[in-house]
């Protein structure tokens, strides 16, 4: 019995240090991917701006040709919102709205996560011109993980587990705008 009353204060000690910890750990995290395509700004800001081509390079539509797209709005405009119902789980049910563009330079978004887990995640896509035929495309996405689901991150690499599907898709992106 003395054995079990150690073992059990053991265990409460443990998840109270789990829970402390959680109170100092950081909560948000930020992945970026950046891939220089050779074509001109204007050519590749013009395609990324609208919201639909993304089905085009995204890692995530790729995963089931079968998701079920719904669309609000005119696309490359504040406002466009382009959502997906999926039956996979790394697809889930969601939608992506353009919140805000810096004509050439940036396209902002909010991310709305509804299945398998709800959430809501701002990301975006920048380009810079490198040279007169070169574009630097980074796509950024940034997310929450609240008090005491922050514990996670300590087992997650979120750098890893986003920034190589962002990279992916970067990567796609390339391919697909300089044939």
């Known amino acids: 019995m003395k054995l079990i009353k150690i073992i059990l204060i053991g265990f409460l000690l ?19 991917r950046s891939v220089s395509i050779n074509k001109p700004k204007e050519q590749v800001f013009s395609y990324l701006v609208l919201l639909k081509n993304q089905d085009n390079f995204s890692v995530w539509m790729a995963l089931d040709p ?52 709800a959430s809501v995640s701002p990301a975006y896509i920048l380009t810079e011109q490198q040279a007169a035929d070169q574009t630097k495309v980074t796509w950024g996405f940034k997310g929450e993980m609240p008090y005491p689901m922050n514990l996670l991150l300590l087992a997650m690499d979120m750098e890893q587990m986003i920034g190589d599907d962002l990279q992916q898709g970067l990567d796609k992106l390339k391919v697909l705008l300089e044939q």
């Open 14 to 32: 443990a998840v109270a240090a789990l829970l402390l910890a959680a109170l100092v750990l950081p909560s948000s995290y930020q992945v970026e």
């Open 66 to 117: 079968n998701v079920k797209k719904t669309y609000k709005g005119e696309d490359g405009t504040v406002g466009f919102v382009s959502a997906w119902q999926s039956e996979k789980d790394e697809v889930g049910t969601g939608e992506q709205e353009i919140t805000a563009i810096k004509p050439g330079e940036r396209i902002d978004y909010e991310l709305r996560f509804i299945a398998p887990f």
